[in-house]
Structure formats: C-alpha cells, structure tokens
C-alpha cells in the first residue's frame, strides 16, 4: 500500500522559513519522480517544485531562489525548505509521486503566511 504523508505545515510570519517533509512508504523515490503541489483557496492546484528520479529539479518562477526541494533516499523521504515566505504562498501543500502510470498523492499539509 502507498502512502505519502506530509507534515511540518503551520503558521509563519513573513519571511520566515518552513520545512515540510514528504514521509513515504510503498515506493522508492529514487526511481520516482517527486513534486511538491500547492493549492490556495479558490484557485488551481500549482506545481511548486519537481525533482527527477535523477535529482533533477524545476521550479515555478514564483518561488525559485526561496524554495528548494531534495530527497533523502535513505529514510524515502522528500522535503521541501521554504524561505523568505510570503503571504501568497499561504495554501494547502501536497506531495506528489509518479512512476509510469501511477502516480500518488498525499492529503496535504496547511501553510498560513501571516503577520
């Protein structure tokens, strides 16, 4: 059974930093490929950062320079360190794993950027 459980969302003032952490289990994220996704309220959800099954990364241009993705293959874990936060990166974070044609979700961690 796959499962891809996030956490270390929560609450943060503008320009502080979060690291959220992509726990997984049925998969190996080495030979997957890994995103992190993010939904805010009454828009679509977004690819934030990707990484390859070769350690390749991409990012959307709203968050490059401030957010970076990795991967600890050791523990089947991925993380995503955010920094220099903003108020419009306030959504629901989710993580994302794809091989082929399987592709899993996790059920998401919230982020609130608020004075």
């Known amino acids: 059974q796959v499962q891809l459980v996030e956490s270390g969302g929560g609450l943060v003032q503008p320009g502080g930093s979060l690291r959220l952490s992509c726990a997984t289990s049925?998969?190996?994220?080495?030979?997957?490929?890994m995103g992190w996704y993010r939904q805010a309220p009454g828009k679509e959800r977004e690819l934030v950062a990707a990484m390859s099954s070769g350690g390749m990364t991409d990012y959307a241009d709203s968050v490059k320079g401030r957010f970076t993705i990795s991967r600890d293959n050791a523990k089947n874990t991925v993380y995503l360190q955010m920094n220099s936060l903003k108020p419009e990166d306030t959504a629901v974070y989710y993580c994302k794993s794809r091989l082929r044609d399987y592709q899993y979700w996790g059920q998401g961690t919230q982020v609130t950027v608020s004075s």
């Open positions: 049925g998969i190996i994220i080495s030979m997957s490929s």
